[in-house]
């Protein structure tokens, strides 16, 4: 078996007396797009830094291609491309002074056609003489982008790649995450959107307060837990009544709403229908959702996803 791209082990890390990674340990194989789950400030960025070698973890060791970041960083460093929380584009550069400058961090000396074809990869042509600070949101993010696969790496690390994006924008640094990954590429990205770790990861770890609470495919993390569907409906009714309804396992009011976990939908519905009648009451806005990555993170670690430390 062919070790991994990616070896993380023991990493303890910390921020004067603040730990911000608590015996962390991970692998990434190579060719896939492992996501890192978690709210803000549960060790995500953290972790990336110690793979970047921007960090140095006061325990532990992370090794890349069989290489440990700590004994030679140069030689890792040039397998990766990094594309930061926050990238500093040097604002009064343009869009291609800035491709040419970060490839030549790395020893890579790319031509104008070359940077070219770069650029048009992630439809930014035609503002290849425009300001770094004269492009919109979506456009600095797909730069940023850019700037990360100038030295052609093998390993493409992202730290929440589509933060404060509209969702158009959104779902085109998506397609070109996964023609990143299509070319052979070893894609890591951090997020703390559920949506996004389903629709692009094949593997993720749940991260949270510093640890690693569970890492599996997402299909794998919600069928190990054997959650329940989740009936919501607008509707008053008594809490007591409503759990002691048939495959109902728990119940509770999130605003107007309620919310069921139940095993069996149809024969909750069908009881919850009978309840509201002999109360008097009405149901509106029924919906059944199937058990996904939020309810995953919420029964492992006790809170919400969108909750942050």
Not at 212 to 217: E, K, L, N, P, R
Not at 249 to 272: D, F, I, S, W
């Amino acid at each position: 078996m062919s070790k991994p791209i990616i070896d993380a082990r023991n990493l303890i890390a910390a921020y004067g007396s603040m730990q911000a990674l608590k015996d962390v340990s991970l692998t990434v194989e190579k060719g896939e797009i492992f996501g890192l789950l978690g709210p803000n400030g549960a060790g995500k960025t953290t972790l990336l830094a110690c793979v970047e070698g921007l960090h140095k973890p006061s325990q532990g060791s992370v090794h890349i291609g069989g290489i440990n970041v700590q004994v030679d960083s140069t030689a890792t460093k040039r397998q990766l491309g990094i594309q930061l929380q926050r990238t500093a584009l040097m604002d009064d550069l343009t869009v291609a002074e800035l491709v040419e400058v970060y490839a030549a961090l790395y020893e890579v000396y790319l031509t104008s056609g070359q940077i070219n074809k770069l650029l048009a990869r992630f439809d930014l042509v035609e503002k290849r003489n425009t300001l770094a600070r004269r492009l919109s949101g979506g456009q600095q993010q797909r730069l940023a982008l850019a700037v990360a696969i100038a030295n052609d790496p093998q390993i493409v690390l992202l730290d929440e790649p589509t933060s404060a994006l509209d969702p158009h924008a959104r779902r085109a640094v998506w397609d070109i995450v996964r023609q990143l990954h299509n070319e052979g590429r070893t894609i890591v990205l951090t997020t703390h959107a559920m949506e996004e770790a389903e629709a692009l990861c094949g593997r993720i770890a749940i991260i949270d307060r510093g640890q690693i609470v569970a890492s599996d495919t997402p299909s794998a993390l919600i069928a190990n837990l054997q959650l329940s569907s989740m009936l919501k409906a607008t509707v008053e009714l008594p809490l007591e009544q409503v759990r002691s309804l048939p495959s109902v396992n728990n119940a509770r009011y999130t605003g107007q709403h309620l919310e069921m976990e139940t095993a069996k939908p149809e024969v909750t519905l069908t009881a919850l229908h009978e309840l509201a009648a002999r109360s008097g009451s009405s149901i509106r806005d029924v919906m059944l959702r199937q058990p996904n990555l939020e309810d995953v993170f919420l029964k492992l670690t006790g809170h919400a996803l969108s909750e942050s430390n």
